[in-house]
């Protein structure tokens, strides 16, 4: 949830989206055509926009002395409804010395709300609220503070976000992070899948913090690097009769340096996106500094398709390999980001791969609120093949190098969008672990990312 609201929001479009809750009104309609390219000499905007004029070239992907012709102007319109900021929409040209403004004339939504959480996720339950503003003072920055309480999970994260500073590439983040989280780790015997011993259950306890810098090459390619600290400890562990167990990992500083390269060039509209995203990144502990020592990669590719104007065909897969992974940075497989079919981080390891194919399919619109139902299968294997030495991390016999697991579930669910909103507000799967022989129900209410 956290990262779909620090990216959801970015503009990314190249074509016209005509939609009832989009008004691409003809009373702004360019009073004369440009059919020969001419460079741009401003940005205008007008309306009720409380968005800055430099923040309009970086949403219209378009920049000053860049040429453009009225048939430029779909795909200005496209890329600032993709942005995901604004109720209605509609640019002109208008002529100026040495060329033209790009006059965009917008009604933004709601860039700033509280928004209560209340989530069932796999028979843990939380509660929650975060504080959103997706384009403080006009320039399309994101402030996100969010807080939560639950059973399996409590949580606080703040973050600050400046996709384009000062109008130009470089973007940076800076964010605080602090958990505590119950992990139950399975025995997961390879001849019975349907077996959900757990072995130990865990509090982890994290605090930390980052800053990322980045740089954007295109609308649709960023490169960053991320410096990220916290000190992790652990607490409560014990076997399911409560008899004490040592902790799965020992205590200690984690502080390592994080790269991403994303090409995200994915178009949103009320629900529905299409386009391509990949994303490669790498996490490796500093030399000399912290007291755990690992590195990890991880690939994704995802892939979405529009289909009959309002469908939605998505196919996800990622592949991340870890080497002495500590506990807290385990790759897990279990619940609504990759295995719905299964509880929360069932399966652990270090090497991981993952499919899903989800369809997404209208229902009906009524006033402020869109309706859509979806059907899924996933599928993931993940194993230890690369643990940690020295002893530190406490394993099991059943996690011997070399031991994996591949599972499957199929399943449906239903989503509520609400128009002056990015993200759903509500979100119901309903979900089948095949090998397990077993159900899982996923609702969230509030901000959903299934």
Avoid: C
Avoid at 55 to 83: K, N
Avoid at 141 to 147: A, E, F, S, T, V
Avoid at 293 to 311: P, T, V
């Amino acid at each position: 949830m956290l990262a779909i609201l620090l990216i959801s929001t970015s503009a990314r479009a190249e074509e016209p989206d005509p939609s009832p809750w989009i008004d691409l009104s003809p009373d702004a309609l360019p009073s004369r055509e440009f059919t020969t390219p001419q460079p741009i000499v401003g940005f205008r905007v007008r309306g009720k926009s409380k968005l800055t004029q430099r923040t309009l070239g970086y949403l219209a992907h378009r920049r000053i002395g860049q040429p453009v012709t009225s048939e430029d102007i779909p795909q200005i319109v496209a890329a600032l409804i993709s942005s995901e900021l604004f109720e209605k929409v509609s640019v002109t040209l208008e002529e100026a010395p040495g060329g033209v403004l790009v006059v965009a004339t917008l009604d933004d939504k709601q860039s700033w709300f509280v928004a209560p959480t209340f989530s069932w996720i796999a028979g843990n339950r939380a509660i929650g609220a975060g504080f959103i503003e997706t384009n403080l003072a006009g320039y399309n920055q994101k402030l996100l503070l969010y807080g939560q309480l639950g059973d399996r999970e409590s949580l606080f994260f703040g973050t600050y976000l400046d996709p384009s500073v000062s109008g130009s590439p470089l973007t940076y983040r800076f964010d605080l992070y602090a958990y505590r989280r119950g992990s139950n780790e399975y025995a997961n015997p390879v001849d019975d899948p349907t077996n959900d011993e757990i072995l130990r259950t865990s509090v982890s306890n994290y605090l930390g913090g980052g800053l990322l810098v980045g740089w954007t090459f295109k609308w649709w390619l960023v490169a960053d690097v991320r410096l990220r600290g916290a000190y992790v400890f652990y607490t409560d562990s014990e076997a399911p009769d409560g008899t004490p167990l040592p902790a799965p990992q020992q205590d200690g500083y984690d502080i390592s340096a994080q790269t991403r390269l994303t090409l995200d060039a994915r178009k949103y509209h009320f629900g529905v996106r299409w386009g391509p995203y990949l994303q490669l990144q790498t996490d490796a502990t500093l030399p000399g500094i912290g007291d755990y020592g690992y590195q990890w990669f991880l690939f994704r590719a995802y892939y979405s398709w529009r289909l009959f104007e309002e469908h939605q065909l998505e196919v996800r897969t990622n592949f991340g390999m870890g080497r002495h992974l500590p506990f807290q940075n385990e790759s897990t497989l279990g619940a609504a980001i990759d295995l719905r079919g299964y509880e929360a981080d069932r399966f652990r390891g270090d090497v991981r791969t993952m499919f899903r194919f989800e369809y997404s399919v209208p229902i009906t619109k009524w006033r402020l609120f869109a309706f859509r139902a979806i059907g899924f299968w996933d599928t993931g294997f993940i194993g230890f093949y690369y643990p940690r030495t020295g002893g530190d991390r406490v394993y099991f016999p059943q996690m011997a190098r070399g031991t994996h697991w591949w599972r499957n579930d199929v399943g449906a669910g239903f989503r509520i969008y609400v128009k002056s909103v990015v993200l759903p507000l509500l979100g119901l799967d309903f979900a089948y672990g095949i090998e397990a022989r077993a159900p899982q129900l996923y609702f969230q209410i509030g901000l959903v990312d299934f």
